[in-house]
Every structure is written in C-alpha cells, then in structure tokens.
C-alpha cells in the first residue's frame, strides 16, 4: 500500500506486522573480500553467515503469514490420497480455475515435464523472453526458444509500461516461417524476469492468444509472479483500475491452456504446480509425475509446504501482498533515479536491476560486467545481488560465447523480509560505488560449468581492482564495515 505523508512524499507501507525475525550481521570488508574470493567472484557461492542482506533472489526466500505457517502444522503426510493436495486443489480451482492439477517440486520441473512431453526436436517456441530453466529445457527436448518481444523490451531506459508484451506481427510472422505444426506452443512468462520483471497487459495475452487459436497452437502460461503481473494490470492498464487483482487472475487464466508456475515467488512457497482444464493434456503429462517429481498428491513438494502453498495462493490475491515487493521495487528503483544511476525502468515486479553496460562502460561484454558489478557491490556492501548477463547464457553448441542483450545486476526484493532501511543502506553504498565504478574491473572464467554455468562457474579478477575498491572504501568507512 502506498501512504502519503504529510510533505507530499509516497512510501510504499508494509501492511504486516513482524513477529519472528531472523538475526543478519555485516562482516567487515576484509572478510567480505575474502568471501568473494573463495566463492570464485561468483555470489552463488556465499554463504550466508557472510551476508547481510540478501537479495540474490526472491525464490523461496520470502516471508510466509501466520496462516500459511499454521497450515504447515496440520498437514497430511500420506504418500497417496493426501488430504493436503486436495486443499491445493481445491485453492487453484478458486483462484486460477483450473481441474487438473499436477504438483512438482520447482518451476523448472514444470518445464520439464511440459518439454518431455510437448517439445520435439526441431520445434520451435515463441515465447515473450526467455528464462535460464525454460531455454535449458526446451533446448534439452531439442526445441529452439524463439523470443519475440518488441524492442522497447531491451530499453533499459524506457516508459513504456508492458515491455513484456509478446510482439504480435512477429509471432505472426514465425507462425508462417516455421509453420503451425513445428511450434510446440506459445508461452507467456508473467512477469518477464530476465529483462526486469516486465509484465504483459491482458490485451497483449488475448491478442496471443486470438493468433494461437487461429492457428491451433495451445498457450503455456508461466504464472511464477502472477500475482505482480495481475498488479501490474491493475495498476498500469486502462479498464482494470477497478478490478479486484481475482478478476484480473480470472480473466488471464480464461485464456490459458496450461499453467504452470514456481510456487517459491508469489505464493511465498517452495514447490510448483502444472494445472489444466484440457484432460488430454493431463492425461499426457500425468504418467511421467511419478517418474520424475513422486506421486500424484505431493509431486516432489513437501505436504507441509502444499498446505501453505494452497494458503499462499488465495493470500496473494490480496492487493496488498499482491503489491508487496512491487511497491518496494519501485521505491528504490525511484531512489536510484534520483542518483543518476541507471537503472531498469519502470520498474519491475521482483527486483531492482542496475544496468551494468551503462554503470561500468568501460567494461566490455567479454568481462563480464554484470558480474563484475555484483562482486564489486558484495565487496563495498555486504548485500548480495545476483549477476543477469553474459554469464547467464550459455556458450552456443561451437564454444562461442554468447552476449546476453542486457547486462544487469539484480537486488531482488523477497516478499516482506526486508525494510525501509535496508533499501536507504543499499542505496546508499550503490551511490558509493557509482562515485568509484572507475575502480571495478572485469572478471574471467577459470572453472566454467558446460550448462547454467552461473550457478557453479568460478571466475577471477583482472588485476587485482577488488583490493584497491576494499582500501578506498576503508580510507572512507574504516576497516569494519
Ligand atoms: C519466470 C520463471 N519461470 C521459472 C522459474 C524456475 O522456477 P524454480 O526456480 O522454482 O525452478 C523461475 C525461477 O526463478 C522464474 O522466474
């Protein structure tokens, strides 16, 4: 919710109240430095007792309600008929609509199954972008990602306010150039996580779906942040203003074949689902749950976590929650603005992203500048970020490395963890190293994983820019922060 305060100026207000809280502490730089170090410039590899703020990722990091936590305590650990996966069921049928449900234990092992089952070699999927698990899948199936957004959606700098919009002449045109029959499906990631947690308008996804129709091609619909999609909607769409973030919900999902989603983002979960209301596909995907996630009523979830999932899923119907990290976003994003720092705007739906091409142009692509930025912003803060570049992608089949279209450093915001201050502190010490970015240099590989080589890659500066930025930030702030 955002509250007008009494000079004029809006704050996005937590509309909860914290009653566990979990201890953090700052190390000093050195320590930091060393941290990095060990873990290969790579924020994947820091451990926790080693960061103060997290904000890698708002994948299963958020803070669950009273409710989802008491729904943990009752839950029904039979291994089939479990009483707990027909409440999840009974929670999608409400709020997405859906009969057919398949529960997994991740996104990812969502699109796997869709990939096993629907991706032949030689097929290709349009999609509104790309995400890291879905390409590997997809491409593991033998398809090709096609993405094709318009190309305001690369403008880091830009107004436009559904920049994850599917361009609809270009899937037009793919449909003739590939033929119906060689395109798996088309789908929709609400909202665009790679190019800033963009979302699409419902405009957008009716008209995708009017063209896939026309065609016979189903639509996928990757629900991971529905609930800030819906937001979205609401807030940035002619006609929905008044619209409960439900009926925006229901009006999506009217046009969705299948849905899957990561459950560890908007329902504050960790787990995933596939949901239809097509028996056909069900019966499909059905038979290779056992094989690959576990029984029909938990799927690969813990049953603890499906009875707090079917509560997540009706609580991010709330607008508040639904807005809860969106409205966080848009404040420090709004923050970094006013600094000069450049940053994806508008601002999207899980995290504020700095553009690394343009914070550090001295960097070229081939070192990583993404990279470079969160290791230089772990060094001279603690917090940790998350690199979304060139190291993200993978090398092409010949080795070559591939140049991601945007290189962005991600502060993702976990759903009600953190507060007002941590966002002033991180971007207070962004400012610091915006003022210093001359001091950051590059990175290279020097243990490179052959597939999602960012979760393991080990990388190394070049020259040793990470001591120099540590003794100018102690010549300021002193050895301990
Ligand atoms: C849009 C989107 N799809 C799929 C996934 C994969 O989900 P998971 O991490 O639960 O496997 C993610 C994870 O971040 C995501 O953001």
Known sequence: MIVRLSNGKEIPMEMHKVRIVQKTSLVPIDQRLKAIEEGGYNTF?????????????DSGTNAMSDNQLAAMMVSDDAYAGCESFY??????????GFEYVLPVHQGRAAEHLIAKVFVKPGDVIPMNYHFTTTKAHFELAGGTVLEIYRDEALNTKSTDLFKGNLDPQKFKDAIKKYGADKISFVRMEATANLIGGQPFSMENLKEVKKIASENKIFLVYDGSLISENAYFIKQREKGYENKSIQEIIWEMMSVVDIFYLSGRKSTCVRGGFIATNNKEYYELLKPWLPVYEGFLTYGGMSTKEIEAMAVGLREMTDTNVAGSAAEFVK???????????P??????GLACHVDAKLFLPHLPQSQYPAGALAAAIYITSGVRSMERGTI???RDEDGNEVYSDLELARLAIPRRVYTMSHIEYVVDRLNWLYKHRDLVGGLKFVEEPPVLRFFFGKLAPLGNWETKLADVFKKEFGASY
């Open 45 to 57: 590899s820091l451990r926790t007792r080693d960061i103060f703020l997290d904000m890698l990722t």
């Open 87 to 96: 409440k999840l069921a009974s929670a999608i049928k409400d709020v997405l």
């Open 331 to 341: 404040y420090f994003v709004g923050r970094l603005i006013e600094s000069k720092i």
């Open 343 to 348: 940053v994806v705007t508008p601002a999207g």
């Open 392 to 394: 993200s992608m993978d």
